[in-house]
């Protein structure tokens, strides 16, 4: 197959062009209260091209490989439309050529286990939830796994062959009153272990009595907070509050923001310190090489504070004068490769969480994530759970809780970082210009910031 | 293999079957730092198959050209499946709407680029150094559907979205202003042209109000953030699972009388035309909320026969790979009978974005979110944009006690697959609170 690829590259007059094939099977388990509603089989095959022409992309899909030459004339079509008007000098990042295979290297496969095996493990979990406690209106479970055969090749000479898994899981237990409907949940996912499905009966019985727990508690009052976030929850909001806005493109496309996002820039306290990484293999993150051919690497944004890096494509890095980071990913064959995060993390402080919660008169702990946005200056985003802090102790649980503020200010209001590290990974994903889900992973300790802004009553 | 093929293997190894195919087709451009940078077409399709076998289901789709071995799949997986109440739809006289294209293909990738272009220059006369954007995206999605009692359906559906913005980055405020629209006919930019140079000229002002309970008036595109608590809590597999707050309503009265909400799919002027859905529903106008009172949930055949209810044909896919769902297309507000500018003189602030909206629980009715693209308002015109903000509303409370009025003016917006394409006039609401410093 690869052969035939770099023949049909060879064909073409494009200054740059590349192909991305694209073979996967994935399996879909999901339970509704008592009904497996969704146990599938399904193949998605396709690729696409993406040619560059003085300084314009032109991008086409195809599901047959019958079709990739004409798709290839009809990339560079457009490419030429737009390119003739743009005529840019040709600009990517020199990174090296690669030919490389890499074959799957798995703890444990979920390609080795049944379909029967998974349907049985699922169902275990959903009627765990299901019989904790009559106040358990219904469940939600799901699971999916899928193996990938990646093809890419560009007209540099680069071909990558990688095989791939890729495995989540959600449980939720879901409770219904007369204010509402709640519920509370817990996640898994992996690159490389199915086993991270297996044993989670303790983790099962505790979001169903979290669940009831939350449909029973007083929604917050809004106002203004000191927050201690959960790793969990510190993860989602840095990856929202300022990995997308150390995306490369993001940054080129605005000679403004560049200005606002000058290297050397402090952004928070000498605590701080932000990374993205494509190495933390396991993680749903994890990324030996990107979409464009490139080896990913662990790239610091925030190194004591200080803006020391940016998530690059090969186009934004040698637009800027930057190193290609790594971070050029697509969904999958149907979009082109942005510069999207891989595993985004918060490293390890020295404040254990017991000094946090003491040090806090009154506040707010706030757990796990329900998900989050940014528009680049300001950042949402909703705990799955949360307590009142007050006089340095976990009081009550409240609920409704959704935090907002803005992304520079926040950050210098981090003012604990704790000494622990845990990093989430779930069945979904990240989305940046319609594409959605992206697997990411986020990793954080619990930290502590002052003055955020939560809604409420 | 072709669809009738499959479906006839299928046929022999189960008791019923149903083949579903598509193909979408899509073509756009974008721009960077205001000038054109690339342009995509993308064109995808494949097939899928649910079987029913000793009354359970099995499910399996590829999108490799003529693969028949969804057939197998399907028929494995029908041994683990889901014991099923419903049948596949029976053979209908329902013909699909006849779709003109003509304006669709008049919208060559030439004709896009220079359309583009244009508006962004205009759009660059605004402000020096602002950053202005433009796109047009076009969608064909054409679908067949066979199955064992005979059926045999072809549709097509046809979508433009086309969008303009500003954005203007500084150390004090990332000014991003932007409006779209979306529908099967493409009506040009010169309003949203407009909009985008009346608000980007507003925000030049910002200001931090006071916390405290306002009078909010939600535009259509606010509504867009409010209206999932509608299709969630309206849903009919929610409603069969228990999870919907609305289950055991009906017939309650649970909004103003103001508040009606049907779905369209069939009417001349319908948010988008489908004669029939995923599953080969006919589809129709149905009452969802009738002058605040529920009436009824939108159904796919398997939440309508497991709630003893009719499938209203809301069995969508949301692509050839997925099973069809009960979901909420063809949404409509009924408009009211106030004056937009009456509305405005009322008001204490205009929302049209609300940033993590769609993080909320539906199914409590509130919504919460950093209104980004929101505005005070003065003797019925805008002031200034707000920030640093927590608007919470909940939909449950303030749509049933809290609505000051609602607008004669109606406007179509989306965001497929988050929101699907839907009517909404403005509504002024009492009482929504906001959080800030």
């Known amino acids: ?218 929604s ?121 995060m891989r595993t ?10 017991e000094d946090m919660v003491k040090n806090t008169k009154k506040g707010l702990y706030c757990i796990s994530s329900r998900g989050g946005q940014t528009n680049g200056e300001l950042f949402t985003f909703t705990a799955a759970d949360a307590f009142m802090i007050r006089d340095g102790k976990i009081a009550e649980r409240v609920r409704d809780v959704t935090l907002t503020g803005n992304v520079f200010e926040t950050l210098k209001n981090i003012d604990m970082i704790g000494n622990d590290y845990f990093v989430e990974d779930g069945p979904g994903g990240c989305g940046k210009r319609g594409q959605m889900p992206l697997p990411t992973s986020e990793g954080s300790p619990h930290i502590r910031i002052q003055n955020v802004i939560v809604g409420g009553k | 293999m072709s669809m009738d093929n499959i479906l006839n293997k299928a046929k022999a190894g189960a008791d019923s079957a149903e083949v579903f195919s598509e193909r979408v087709k899509s073509s756009s451009v974008s721009f960077e730092n205001s000038v054109i940078k690339d342009s995509n077409t993308t064109d995808l399709g494949g097939t899928s198959l649910r079987v029913i076998k000793n009354g359970k289901i099995g499910f399996s789709s590829s999108s490799k050209p003529n693969d028949d071995s969804i057939v197998d799949y399907a028929l494995d997986v029908a041994k683990e499946g889901k014991e099923v109440k419903f049948s596949f739809a029976e053979s209908t006289d329902t013909k699909a709407f006849d779709i003109d294209t003509t304006d669709f293909d008049n919208l060559t990738e030439e004709i896009i680029i220079d359309t583009c272009e244009k508006v962004v220059n205009e759009l660059k006369t605004v402000h020096d150094g602002a950053l202005a954007e433009c796109e047009i995206k076009k969608i064909i999605a054409e679908s067949r559907i066979v199955n064992s009692s005979g059926l045999d359906l072809s549709q097509k559906v046809k979508t433009i979205i086309w969008e303009c913005g500003l954005d203007y980055k500084s150390e004090s405020n990332f000014l991003s202003v932007d409006d779209f629209r979306i529908g099967d006919q493409y009506t040009g930019f010169d309003k949203l042209v407009q909009k985008v140079k009346e608000d980007f000229a507003i925000c030049q002002n910002t200001v931090n109000i006071e916390p405290g309970k306002y009078k909010v008036m939600f535009s259509p595109r606010g509504i867009m953030y409010l209206i999932n608590v509608f299709l969630s809590c309206l849903n009919g597999f ?117 940033i993590g909206a769609m993080m909320s629980n539906p199914y409590s009715g509130i919504v919460s979110g950093n209104p980004a693209m929101s505005f005070t308002m003065k003797s019925g015109a805008k002031t200034a944009q707000i920030k640093d903000a927590m608007l919470s509303i909940n939909v449950f409370d303030l749509f049933k006690t809290g609505i000051v009025a609602v607008s004669k003016d109606v406007q179509q917006l989306g965001m497929p697959p988050f929101f699907p394409i839907f009517k909404a006039p403005y509504i002024l609401v009492d009482g929504v609170s906001i959080a800030a410093k």
């Open chain 1, 1 to 218: 197959m690869k052969e035939i690829i770099q023949d049909i590259l060879k064909k073409t007059d494009a200054e740059y062009a590349e192909i991305h094939l694209e073979d996967t099977t994935n399996s879909r388990i999901t339970y509704t209260g008592p009904d497996l509603e969704d146990c599938s089989e399904n193949v998605s095959f396709g690729g696409n091209v993406r040619v560059l022409h003085k300084g314009a992309w032109g991008f086409t899909t195809f599901n047959s490989l019958d079709e990739i030459e004409s798709k290839l004339d009809i990339a560079f079509g457009h490419a030429k439309n737009v390119g003739d008007r743009r005529n840019e000098p040709f600009k990517l990042a020199d990174v090296p050529v690669v030919d490389i295979e890499i074959p799957l290297d798995v703890k444990t496969n979920p390609g080795d286990v049944s379909l029967q095996k998974k349907i049985e493990i699922m169902r275990g979990y959903n009627q765990l939830a299901r019989d904790f406690d009559e106040r358990i209106t219904t469940t939600s479970t799901r699971y999916f796994d899928r193996k990938t055969k990646l093809t890419y090749a560009n007209s540099e000479g680069t071909v990558i062959v990688r095989d791939a898994v890729d495995l989540g899981f959600a449980i939720s237990a879901i409770v219904r009153i007369d204010a509402g409907t709640f519920f509370a949940y817990t996640t898994r996912g992996s690159t490389d272990d199915f086993s991270v499905v297996l044993n989670l009966d303790d983790e099962v019985r505790k979001i169903a009595a979290d669940s009831i727990a939350i449909a029973d508690a007083e």
């Open chain 1, 220 to 340: 917050v009052n809004g106002g203004q907070y000191t927050v201690i976030l959960d790793p969990m929850l510190a993860g989602v909001f840095i990856h929202e509050a300022f990995g997308h806005l150390s995306e490369g493109d993001n940054v080129y496309e605005d000679p403004n923001l560049q200005k606002v996002m000058v290297l050397g820039r402090d952004f928070g306290g000498k605590h701080l310190n932000v990374a993205d990484s494509g190495l933390e293999k396991g993680n749903r993150g994890y990324l030996p090489y990107d979409d464009e051919g490139v080896a990913t690497e662990k790239t610091h944004l925030i190194r004591e504070g200080k803006l020391v890096g940016r998530l690059h494509s090969r186009e934004t890095a040698a637009k800027m004068g930057e190193k290609a980071t790594g971070n050029a990913r697509a969904i999958s064959f149907k979009f082109p490769p942005i510069p999207r």
């Open chain 1, 344 to 353: 985004t993390m918060i490293e390890t402080g020295d404040v254990p969480f």
């Open chain 2, 238 to 354: 929610a409603v069969a699972k228990g999870i919907s707050p609305w289950s055991d309503k009906i017939g309650e009265t649970l909004f103003d009388e103001r508040i009606s909400i049907r779905s369209n799919l069939t009417g001349e002027d319908a948010p988008v035309r489908m004669a029939f859905d995923s599953e080969g529903t006919p589809t129709g106008v149905t009452d969802f909320i009738n002058k605040g009172v529920l009436e009824s949930f939108y159904h796919s055949l398997d939440s309508a026969v497991q709630t003893n209810q009719k499938p209203t044909g809301h069995g969508f896919k949301s692509g050839f790979a997925a099973l069809p769902m009960s979901s909420g297309y063809g949404f409509e507000f009924t408009p009211g009978e106030t004056e937009l500018d009456d509305m405005m003189k009322e008001a204490d602030i205009w929302v049209d974005d609300i």
